[in-house]
């Protein structure tokens, strides 16, 4: 094994890119406190729902198969190339990464931290490495881990953070650790009745108790920091669309809104127009279509092939910043009852560095869309309910950020 430079995290990547005789350009690390479920092989190491955009592409036509995806890799303790496996397994379901060093098994030496690197190399290729260390067995493991993790976080069993290569030391400021102590409280009082009927209750039920008033403008609901709650699913699957924020395309005409609906709309039996219309990367059935890479910085609106909007990837990185600069994804058992739902909150996952390339490719997989929601009144006016980004399914919002940890 080649030796590990600990300076920082990028030292500490390009030592472990070199002894591959690459050169590292950028890249993410993943690390993973792991626990009695995680092993090299067999099932493999158990994967958070949100890192699953580390790893390449795992197509899944039915889930109610298993799926594999082999990819190449390399070993940085026996520093040797290999083929790891990207795994679905859909009896749980839920994802893993097998195939690693045999010394990912090892129980006997405390604490098992594995680390995995996406590295961007100068050549621009991208590579896969992997590597592990153990607390009472490397003597490296503390200073290593608090490169990756801080010093701050507990190494609790399964606690990760995904982060680019380039990251100084994650510190918690004074507002995140004010949301930690109340998310603490709250945690420690177990089982908790909703305070409110429908799928709001779990959102608003926390801030209730965390002394935080509702917010729906644009700006982040506690002291800079965007809060999302959702249920801990027992079969791994996501929740429904989610909101990201509203922005009106640039416009490349000058037009009225009677003039636009009529553009691209569809008239009813009264000849009133309306568009009610999912756009995505694929055209829809009125022909109208995103298009994420045609024109550098910014994502295209078209209708058939003709261009009639655009957002500039600087209005939407600022929109990001405004209310998703800092998030944290609060996670909570479930209980129905006959007196109503309750919730036992259990999971923190703080998120920041939002970034445009990550918009950029959710928008490309469909997993992020654009809703016009437009209908001619009688009056020949024009009822708007606004331009929304929409996310397609909740456990895609994590995936807006560079850098993502597990603080509880």
Known sequence: MAHRQLNNLFTYCRSIVNSAGQQLRGGEVLSKVLSNNDDAGRHGVLIPTEAYDFFPELIIPDKTHNQTNVFGGFDF????????????????????????????????????????????????TIGYYADIVREKLDADFQPLCSVLFGESIALSDGAFSIQPVDSPIFIPDDALNDLLTRFDKISEMGWIKSLREGDTGIGYTFESLAGIQENNDRKADFRGIEIKCKQIKESGAGGGKINLFQQAPCWETNLSALERIRLIGQPDLNGRYACHSQVTTTKNNIDLWLNPFATPAQIDLLK??????????????????????????????????????????????????PSIRRFTELVQDRRLVFEFLMSEKENGKVRNHGYPWRLSSDEYLSELFSFRVQLR
């Open 304 to 353: 058939g092939d003709t261009r009639f909007g655009y957002w500039p990837h600087s209005i939407l990185a600022e929109r990001l910043k405004e209310k998703h600069s800092r998030a944290v994804f609060i996670k909570a058992k479930v209980s129905n009852t006959t007196g109503g739902k309750r919730f036992h909150y259990l999971e923190l996952i703080y998120c920041e560095q």
């Open 77 to 124: 303790l026996e520093n040797t190339h290999k083929e790891l496996a990207y795994k679905y397994y859909e009896r749980y379901p839920e994802r893993r990464i097998t195939r690693l060093n045999p010394a990912f098994n090892d129980r006997l030496h405390g604490r098992r931290v594995a680390i995995l690197l996406k590295a961007e190399h100068q050549d621009g």
